[in-house]
């Protein structure tokens, strides 16, 4: 890949150049290529993607990066850029329009005043991010299909996943978080996650870098306590005393023994048969 000017997408106009920008590009660029093709995202020659953007560091690299492979001919599907305004007071409505028209990009913005909603809703000293998603989502589901996407495309990266399997696992008891690639409760469209193997600290400085026009949330963002905040704090701690441990703990998610955990449900524990010729040995066992 090169970084002349004339050899790339307008979104990438004004780039540093940098060797340290362009290997930051370049190590987006093949995680997000190894996440589509490790997950089979493309499906089939018409494949047309809805491309959530709400104006955070997270989706400007995804958007970004996307435009890169589709123009570059690595990935072969449509992009629709999407913006669902959520009627937030205050919210700055031409920052993403303005920005999408000077790069080119195919767009909607959309226009749902969600924020009325969850405000009413949720009481008082509750955090709004459960309600919020789900509107946000149901909103987003009906643009694709009225788009005549076959995806809804996220900008949830590994921390994102990393820090929702601790979530599940201190507050829910369960072993789950968020699947790079899932199909939604009524199996029309599928979701991806492109920047699944992306940390959050290359999208902070490729986002920085590029001085894209970064959109706070002030719905959710600024409220306290949020036991997100507080798993991903624990997992600053742990990076800090070593560092990788993040990297680390991501590849144990893609490298599970259910035969090594306790659900009945992923392994036969029931039918598990000892060899029967090894019966004497039980004679030299340790019964602890």
């Known amino acids: 890949m090169t970084d002349n000017l004339d050899?790339?997408?307008?979104?990438?106009?004004?780039?540093p150049q940098t060797t340290e920008f362009r290997k930051l590009r370049k190590r987006i660029v093949r995680n997000v290529r190894e996440a589509v093709e490790q997950y089979g995202m493309v499906e089939g020659s018409?494949?047309?993607?809805?491309?959530?953007?709400?104006?955070?560091?997270?989706?400007?690299?995804?958007?970004?990066?996307?435009?890169?492979l589709k123009w570059r001919g690595l990935l072969p599907v449509?992009?629709?850029?999407?913006?669902?305004?959520?009627?937030?007071?205050?919210?700055?409505?031409?920052v993403l329009p303005k920005f999408l028209e000077r790069m080119g990009v195919p767009h909607r913005i959309e226009y749902q005043d969600t924020y009325s909603i969850v405000v009413d809703?949720?009481?008082?000293?509750?955090?709004?991010?459960?309600?919020?998603?789900?509107?946000?989502?149901?909103?987003?589901?009906?643009?694709?299909?009225?788009?005549?996407?076959?995806?809804?495309?996220?900008?949830?990266?590994?921390?994102?996943?990393?820090?929702?399997?601790?979530?599940?696992?201190?507050h829910g008891g369960r072993l789950a978080t968020m699947p790079p690639k899932l199909v939604n409760e009524e199996g029309d469209l599928f979701v991806y996650r492109p920047l699944a193997h992306v940390a959050e600290a290359d999208c902070e400085r490729f986002a920085t870098a590029m001085n894209y026009p970064i959109i706070p949330c002030d719905l959710c963002g600024s409220q306290d306590g949020l036991q997100r905040q507080q798993v991903k704090q624990i997992l600053d701690g742990w990076e800090k005393n070593s560092p990788g441990r993040r990297q680390v703990m991501f590849k144990s998610l893609m490298n599970i023994r259910p035969s090594h955990m306790l659900d009945p449900k992923l392994f036969d524990f029931a039918g598990l048969m000892r060899?029967?010729?090894?019966?004497?040995?039980?004679?030299?066992?340790?019964?602890?």
Not at 7 to 15: K, L, R, T, Y
Not at 126 to 146: D, F, K, Q, V
């Open 78 to 94: 449509d992009l629709l850029a999407c913006n669902l305004d959520q009627g937030q007071p205050g919210f700055p409505a031409t």
């Open 121 to 170: 809703k949720v009481p008082q000293g509750r955090t709004y991010c459960a309600l919020c998603s789900r509107l946000r989502r149901g909103n987003l589901y009906r643009i694709a299909r009225e788009e005549g996407c076959n995806a809804v495309v996220l900008g949830h990266h590994r921390d994102d996943i990393l820090e929702t399997f601790f979530m599940n696992l201190f």
């Open 275 to 288: 060899d029967k010729g090894d019966e004497n040995s039980l004679e030299n066992c340790d019964p602890r």
């Open 46 to 68: 018409n494949a047309r993607w809805l491309v959530c953007l709400s104006g955070g560091k997270d989706s400007y690299t995804l958007l970004a990066i996307l435009i890169e």
């Open 7 to 15: 050899e790339i997408h307008p979104i990438f106009q004004g780039a």
